[in-house]
Every structure is written in structure tokens, then in C-alpha cells.
């Protein structure tokens, strides 16, 4: 296995524009995890799903920041419309649900937003 | 509230010196603690967890429930233990419950 696959590796976009970032968990894997890494404020939960159900969202900065898990193989971070304040590195990570195991991480987005 | 500090934002020492990165938490409950890493241009990756009890890459880590710490030690800093540490903190049944994870700490082994 790969890994947790993360795309694009590094994004520049305008303010204002739509950004989507796009995460493939280890197969197998039934736990999601979306993390925002600033130097301020370090790795913040934005939000996780169990078994492609989205469990608790209120990491989510704010309304213009959306996550979907339509299959067990993918899931969507959005953020409509982008500001400069939203740059940061976003992390994706899975994890087996059963059992004490650890959550691996993908390699993370790089987003500037100018 | 779940909280995990880590108090050093940026750790030097010299190769061969011990270290010891610090990490305090706050949870109601039993937490399962661990200690990630992320080297220069690569992906976070677990270093080791309480429950293991073992040591990696000669990194050690004692729960002490008493103190709410997990400190990370190493008697022997070596060159390549230059990374970012981070100390996170879950619920028990670690794998669908989120890490909560603390600032980090930049550790600088000077040759």
C-alpha cells in the first residue's frame, strides 16, 4: 500500500477562488481524519469520519470550509472562497476503527493563498 | 477539556548530549499517549506510544499519570534526530477517536 495519498502536493491560488483538496486513505482504513498545520497554532482537527460518516466538524473554521467522504477511498476538503489566512499545510490521516491502532498521515497539501 | 502542551518551541543540543522534550496533557479519563515525528520534507509518522512501552530509535517515554506528563528522552542525541516532535493525546480505542495534538517541538542536534 501507498500510504494515505494526498493531491496536490502544494496549491497556490487567489484570494476568492475555490480550492479542493483530495485525500485516499490506506485500504481498509474506516477512520478519516483532516488536519490544518500553521506555525502558530500547530495540527488542528478540522474534522473526522467513521466509516464515511462525517463525526464531529467543529474543527471547521468556517462556513467556507467543506468535507465529504462519498466513498470509503476518498474525501474532499473545500474551501469557498479562499483567503490568505487559510494558508497553511493540510493534513489527511487514516486509521483502523477496531483496536488501539495509530493513525498514519499523508504527506500533506501545501496551500498559499495570495 | 483535552489539551496537550508542549512547552519548548525549539530545542538545541549538542550530538551526544541527552535530551528530553516535554509534554504535559489534560484529559478526564484514561488517555492513550503518544509521540509523533515529522523529518525535514517528509510525512508526520508515529515514533512510539505509551501502551508499547518500547523504545524507538533509542527514544523513551514514561506516562506519568501523577504529573499528567509524557516526556521524551534520549540519553544520546544523534544528528538525525533533528525533526519537529509532536505529543498527542486520544481517547481510549485510539484508532476512531481523533489525536489532539500539541504545538510541537523543533528539536536541533548541532554537530
Known amino acids: 500500500d501507498a500510504g494515505v495519498i494526498q493531491s496536490p502536493r502544494h496549491e497556490v491560488t487567489e484570494m476568492g477562488q475555490e480550492v479542493t483538496l483530495r485525500c485516499k486513505p490506506i485500504?481498509?482504513?474506516?477512520?478519516l481524519f483532516w488536519y490544518r498545520q500553521t506555525m502558530m497554532r500547530g495540527l488542528e482537527l478540522l474534522i473526522y469520519?467513521?466509516?464515511?460518516?462525517?463525526?464531529?466538524d467543529s474543527g471547521m473554521p468556517e462556513d467556507r470550509f467543506s468535507a465529504k467522504m462519498p466513498n470509503a477511498s476518498f474525501s474532499t476538503l473545500k474551501i469557498q472562497p479562499s483567503e490568505p489566512r487559510d494558508s497553511a499545510v493540510y493534513f489527511c490521516?487514516?486509521?483502523?476503527?477496531?483496536?488501539?491502532?495509530?493513525?498514519?498521515f499523508g504527506q500533506g497539501t501545501r496551500l498559499t493563498v495570495v | 477539556a483535552q489539551r496537550v502542551t508542549q512547552p519548548e518551541k525549539l530545542l538545541s543540543v549538542f550530538k551526544g548530549a541527552p535530551v528530553e522534550l516535554k509534554c504535559n496533557y489534560s484529559?478526564?479519563?484514561?488517555?492513550?499517549l503518544f509521540w509523533y515525528v515529522q523529518y525535514s520534507r517528509q510525512r508526520l509518522q508515529l515514533l512510539l506510544r505509551?501502551?508499547s512501552r518500547e523504545s524507538i530509535k533509542g527514544f523513551t517515554a514514561d506516562l506519568n499519570k501523577g504529573e499528567t506528563s509524557f516526556h521524551l528522552k534520549k540519553p544520546f542525541a544523534q544528528e538525525e534526530d533533528s525533526a519537529m516532535y509532536y505529543c498527542?493525546?486520544?481517547?481510549?480505542?485510539?484508532?476512531?477517536?481523533?489525536?489532539?495534538f500539541g504545538k510541537g517541538t523543533r528539536l536541533s542536534v548541532i554537530a
Open positions: 490521516a487514516s486509521s483502523q476503527t477496531t483496536g488501539n491502532t495509530e493513525a498514519f
Open positions: 469520519f467513521n466509516n464515511n460518516v462525517p463525526i464531529d
Open positions: 484529559y478526564s479519563g484514561s488517555p492513550e
Open positions: 505509551h501502551i
Open positions: 485500504s481498509g482504513h474506516n477512520s
Open positions: 498527542a493525546l486520544s481517547g481510549p480505542y485510539s484508532g476512531n477517536t481523533p489525536l489532539v
